[in-house]
C-alpha cells in the first residue's frame, strides 16, 4: 500500500520528522509550509490522504477544511488535524468541518499512524 499523504506544517522540523517517519512506512510523502501551499499541493496531487497543522500562516487548517469540502476534486479526501490545542472547541469545530481525526501535539507515531490506516480504510 502506497498511498500519498500531503503533509502541511509550518515548523521545518517537526515536517521533515514526521516525513521521514511516513516514508519509512512507505508513504508518499508530498510536503508543504503553509495551507495555501497545501491547498495548490492537494489540487496538483490528488493525495489520498492529507495531514494538517491548525494554526499556520496564509491560510489556516480550518479554512483549509472549509475549502476542501467546496472543492469538488478534494472533498472525498480524508484530512487528519494535528494542534498543540487539546480544548474540547477546538477538536469539535475541526471535526464539524470535515476532519477525519484530530491528534493533539505531542503525539506518538503510532498514534498518528493508526489514525493515517482508519482514514485510509475508511475511504476505500
Do not use: W
Not at 10 to 39: C, M, P, Q, R, W
Not at 48 to 59: C, E
Not at 94 to 115: N, S, T, W
Amino acid at each position: 500500500m502506497n498511498a500519498r499523504i500531503l503533509l502541511i506544517e509550518d515548523k521545518a522540523g517537526l515536517l521533515d520528522t514526521l516525513k521521514s517517519l511516513l516514508e519509512l512506512h512507505d508513504y508518499t510523502v508530498i510536503t508543504a509550509g503553509n495551507g495555501e501551499e497545501g491547498f495548490a499541493m492537494a489540487i496538483r496531487y490528488l493525495p489520498d490522504l492529507v495531514i494538517s497543522d491548525i494554526y499556520m500562516p496564509v491560510i489556516n487548517g480550518y479554512e483549509l477544511l472549509d475549502r476542501f469540502r467546496e472543492h469538488p476534486s478534494l472533498c472525498k479526501i480524508p484530512v487528519l488535524i494535528t494542534s498543540g490545542k487539546k480544548e474540547d472547541d477546538e477538536i469539535t469545530n475541526a471535526l464539524r468541518k470535515g476532519a477525519a481525526g484530530y491528534l493533539v501535539k505531542p503525539f506518538v507515531f503510532v498514534h498518528l499512524h493508526e489514525q493515517i490506516k482508519k482514514a485510509l480504510k475508511k475511504e476505500r
